[in-house]
């Protein structure tokens, strides 16, 4: 996420302070260029094939995905947004009813790790069963530090900013990003949305809005960046819990935020940029998931943002750079950067420029978007490629994770 943060100077209500709430709701409710002018649905040149699904997921993944109806499949190209202190029992039943595969935990709470605990194990309860076995719902949350942490309280530390992290050893910082990555672990948790791998420049520090603000950067050299972020993927491996390289190709030479700004243009990063090697050296190492970027990068693709374009997906995420694992959206459920584009328009031109899972902090866009997916798929056999490729990309880590069991 590009501005999920605590912002400077404005507080939180006392519902944001207590994961309470959370959990009765939770166990009530399981009982039951030119980005704003292109607002139309992308439809890429498939220039580039990815590898076949049979080459990506698990046997027990396959049989998994031989099992689900189409309505499964779909759901679980989706991880949908969940307060992690107050969810509503509507958001719960539209995550449930749409067969959604992956939960985000978003906002704040204090609760601690038990609370947590219990909640996740209440989104468990509502995961799909297929030939009689849960696939077990991938639960992920924002857990950078500094002004990005969601989750706070007995059994969670208090992670100094990644500005802060850059400074001390690598072997220092695997050692603590182990720590905090067993307490998400404890907490239930299968995914952190970090670490920021976008290099912000000295020149231009706190003037990038959705990073520098908020000293979510590790350093301000790519390679500070690649062996600190390759340090706190490194620690949360070791304890089990799968992180995310974000957000691809840089927002690190940017001036606005995708969450709050539309048009938001990066004119420098090329498909050769040293800014590019922390995702490199990251993907190199093994990352599981990649997050997209929500801005333009004109020396690449002028005419699509980086999440709906297929030359930065398909060809420099994928061919250029060998990643082979999840590729996941920045928000695409409220940020302004897509915002010209209907919910079912995002969900579409992501998959269709490669894209593997929709990140919806937004919860009630998820029907209409899994409706696009849907009529897409009875008319483009391209698209319905892409759908099963993605679908077996997810499971695939779902296995790896310990998700699905297949006895």
């Known amino acids: 996420m590009t501005?999920?943060?605590?912002?400077?100077?404005?507080?939180?209500?006392?519902?944001?302070?207590t994961g309470i709430p959370l959990v009765t709701m939770l166990?009530?409710?399981?009982?039951?260029?030119?980005?704003?002018?292109h607002a139309h649905t992308v439809q890429p040149a498939r220039a580039v094939a990815d590898p076949g699904p049979g080459a990506l997921a698990t046997t027990c993944a396959d049989r998994v995905y031989s099992g689900m109806t189409q309505a499964q499949r779909i759901g679980q190209l989706f991880m949908g947004g969940v307060s992690a202190a107050a969810p509503s029992a509507t958001d719960l039943r539209t995550l449930r009813d749409n067969h959604v595969g992956s939960v985000m935990l978003t906002g704040r709470s204090s609760a601690g790790t038990k609370a947590t605990r219990k909640v996740v194990d209440g989104f468990r309860g509502q995961a799909d069963t297929v030939s009689g076995r849960r696939v077990g719902l991938m639960v992920a949350t924002d857990q950078e530090g500094g002004q990005v942490q969601v989750l706070s309280g007995p059994g969670f530390s208090t992670i100094p900013a990644a500005l802060t992290q850059g400074s001390w050893s690598t072997s220092t910082l695997r050692t603590r990003a182990a720590g905090w990555a067993a307490q998400l672990k404890s907490a239930g948790l299968d995914l952190n949305?970090?670490?920021?791998?976008?290099?912000?420049p000295a020149s231009l520090g706190t003037r990038n809005a959705p990073i520098g603000r908020y000293h979510r950067e590790f350093g301000h050299t790519p390679d500070i960046v690649a062996s600190h972020s390759g340090a706190f993927s490194a620690g949360f491996k070791q304890a089990h819990v799968m992180t995310t390289l974000k957000h691809f190709p840089g927002l690190g030479r940017v001036i606005?935020?995708?969450?709050?700004?539309?048009?938001?243009v990066d004119s420098v990063t090329t498909t050769s940029s040293s800014y590019l090697e922390p995702f490199r050296s990251g993907i190199k190492s093994g990352a599981p998931f990649v997050m997209m970027s929500s801005a333009t990068y004109s020396k690449i693709d002028a005419h699509h943002i980086a999440a709906f374009s297929p030359t930065v997906i398909r060809k420099l995420l994928r061919t250029q750079l060998g990643f082979k694992g999840v590729v996941i959206s920045d928000d695409l459920g409220q940020?302004?950067?897509v915002r010209s584009f209907t919910p079912g328009q995002r969900a579409v031109n992501f998959l269709s420029a490669g894209g593997n899972m929709i990140l919806t902090v937004k919860a009630s866009t998820v029907p209409a978007m899994t409706q696009a997916v849907s009529a897409r798929m009875k008319t483009d056999a391209a698209f319905r490629?892409?759908?099963?490729?993605?679908?077996?990309?997810?499971?695939?880590a779902k296995s790896a994770a310990g998700l699905l069991s297949c006895g």
């Open 385 to 396: 490629a892409d759908v099963a490729d993605s679908v077996h990309r997810i499971l695939a």
């Open 193 to 200: 949305l970090a670490p920021v791998a976008d290099t912000v």
């Open 256 to 264: 606005g935020n995708t969450d709050t700004t539309a048009n938001v």
């Open 335 to 337: 940020a302004v950067a």
């Open 3 to 17: 501005a999920r943060v605590r912002r400077p100077g404005r507080g939180r209500s006392a519902a944001l302070r």
């Open 27 to 37: 166990l009530t409710a399981v009982a039951c260029g030119e980005p704003a002018a």
